[in-house]
T-cell receptor, first 114, second 110 residues
Framework: DVKVTQSSRYLVKRTGEKVFLECVQD?????MFWYRQDPGLGLRLIYF???????EKGDIPEGYSVSREKKERFSLILESASTNQTSMYLC?????????????FGSGTRLTVV | QKEVEQNSGPLSVPEGAIASLNCTYS??????FFWYRQYSGKSPELIMS????GDKEDGRFTAQLNKASQYVSLLIRDSQPSDSATYLC??????????FGPGTRLSVLP
C-alpha cells in the first residue's frame, strides 16, 4: 500500500521559532508538494518539487522554504514561525508526468503557532 | 489566476438519495479533473478522475464533465451516512499542479 508519511500529527511552536515539517513517500514518486489547508480557503500550494534538489514556488511561498536532498523526502521549513502560519499542512506526491494519477496525500500536520 | 469554485454547503440529503456536487473552473485549457473526499480531521483521498467529456461511473459514483461549459460534477447514488464528508474538486492542465476548489460539505441524514 502506497504511503506518504508526515512526521508529526500535531505541533505547537512559539512565534519566531524555526519549524521543520518532514514528509517521506515510499512510492518512488518524482513529484512532491506541500499545501496548507485553512477553513474557507481550501488547499493552497506552498512549494513543489519535480526532482531531487529541485524546487518551485507555489501560490503562497512567503515565509516558507523547502529542501529535497533525497527523492523520498521533502521538507517544509518555516524560517520564523508566525501566528498566521497556524494551519493544517498537507504533503502530497504523484508520479504520472501528465498529472493523471492525482495525488496521494499524507495524513497532515496540524501546526499551532503561539 | 486559475479558479475553481464549489458551493460550500452544507448539502444535506436523506439516506438513499442521490447527492449532486458541482464544480466550475476558469481555465479553458484544463485537461484533468479529480474529486477527492475528505473526512473531518483526515487528509483528502482520491475517489474519481475524469479527462474526457461525458460520464464516468465507478460503483455508486459518477463524474460528469462538460468542457464547453467548464463544469464538472459528482453524483453519489444511494447516499449513505458514511458518505458524509467534504468533497474537493481539483482541476489541472498537463502539468503536475492542480487547483483545488474550497470543497462542498455533504451531510447524509439517516
Amino acid at each position: 500500500d502506497v504511503k506518504v508519511t508526515q512526521s508529526s500529527r500535531y505541533l505547537v511552536k512559539r512565534t519566531g521559532e524555526k519549524v521543520f515539517l518532514e514528509c517521506v513517500q515510499d512510492m518512488d514518486h518524482e513529484n512532491m508538494f506541500w499545501y496548507r489547508q485553512d477553513p474557507g480557503l481550501g488547499l493552497r500550494l506552498i512549494y513543489f518539487s519535480y526532482d531531487v534538489k529541485m524546487k518551485e514556488k507555489g501560490d503562497i511561498p512567503e515565509g516558507y522554504s523547502v529542501s529535497r536532498e533525497k527523492k523520498e523526502r521533502f521538507s517544509l521549513i518555516l524560517e520564523s514561525a508566525s501566528t498566521n502560519q497556524t494551519s493544517m499542512y498537507l504533503c502530497a506526491s504523484s508520479n504520472r508526468p501528465d498529472g493523471g494519477g492525482g495525488y496521494t496525500f499524507g495524513s497532515g500536520t496540524r501546526l499551532t503557532v503561539v | 489566476q486559475k479558479e475553481v469554485e464549489q458551493n460550500s454547503g452544507p448539502l444535506s440529503v436523506p439516506e438513499g438519495a442521490i447527492a449532486s456536487l458541482n464544480c466550475t473552473y476558469s481555465d479553458r485549457g484544463s485537461q484533468s479533473f479529480f474529486w477527492y473526499r475528505q473526512y473531518s480531521g483526515k487528509s483528502p483521498e482520491l475517489i474519481m478522475s475524469i479527462y474526457s467529456n461525458g460520464d464516468k461511473e465507478d460503483g455508486r459514483f459518477t463524474a460528469q464533465l462538460n468542457k464547453a461549459s467548464q463544469y464538472v460534477s459528482l453524483l453519489i447514488r444511494d447516499s449513505q451516512p458514511s458518505d458524509s464528508a467534504t468533497y474537493l474538486c481539483a482541476v489541472g492542465d498537463y502539468g503536475q499542479n492542480f487547483v483545488f476548489g474550497p470543497g462542498t460539505r455533504l451531510s447524509v441524514l439517516p
